[in-house]
């Protein structure tokens, strides 16, 4: 039984507590039941180091050769001359399919940042665990949005000049 001398000071400790599911709630109910609809297309391989630019214009992806590189490097020839892989990421199946630069351009992208049902694809960070570190994955991605984020099974290609390792291309309309 509860002492009612006590009660001012449980009402007291409790308020807190409430307000913390209170706020929790808050956050996280909006965000329940939604998954996301909407497909991407990403690129992996010799992104940076190639040259090679995949800009979405008018809804199609474009390939923009590369300027010849001004520097001396050995093997500059074979870095400069490997277009990019294409994938298109199925939501649903948390799957990437391969697909030929001739299939991409097929495709309607939007090239904006964010999908039309509030998703982002972004790059898992290194800081790892707090007060430790380390742990962290800069070759994680994952799909975050309405207050939640679920790591993506992306195909990363293992190249000695695979230095970005993945460039977002555009949403599938």
């Known amino acids: 039984m509860i002492n009612k001398k006590n009660l001012p000071l449980l009402l007291a400790m409790s308020i807190p507590v409430v307000m913390i599911v209170v ?3 808050s956050i996280y109910l ?3 039941g939604k998954q996301p609809k909407q497909d991407f297309v990403y690129a992996t391989g010799n992104i940076d180091y190639s040259g090679y630019q995949y800009p979405v214009v008018n809804g199609q992806v474009q390939q923009i ?3 010849p590189l001004k520097m001396d490097f050995p093997d500059q020839k074979f870095a400069s001359s490997v277009p990019a892989n294409f994938y298109r990421y199925d939501v649903k199946n948390n799957t990437s399919i391969s697909l030929q630069f001739d299939a991409v351009q ?3 992208l939007s090239p904006s940042i964010e999908s039309s049902d509030g998703y982002t694809v972004e790059r ?3 800081e790892g665990n707090f007060p430790f570190g380390g742990g962290g994955d800069y070759n ?3 799909l975050k949005g309405h207050n939640r984020a679920s790591k993506l099974k992306v195909k990363l290609d293992s190249s ?3 230095y970005t390792n993945l460039q977002f ?3 599938v309309e």
């Open 23 to 25: 706020l929790a709630l």
């Open 124 to 126: 898992g960070n290194g």
């Open 160 to 162: 000695p000049y695979n």
């Open 30 to 32: 909006p965000g329940m």
């Open 140 to 142: 994680s991605w994952f």
């Open 169 to 171: 291309i555009g949403w």
């Open 65 to 67: 050769e590369p300027r």
């Open 106 to 108: 097929k495709l309607r």
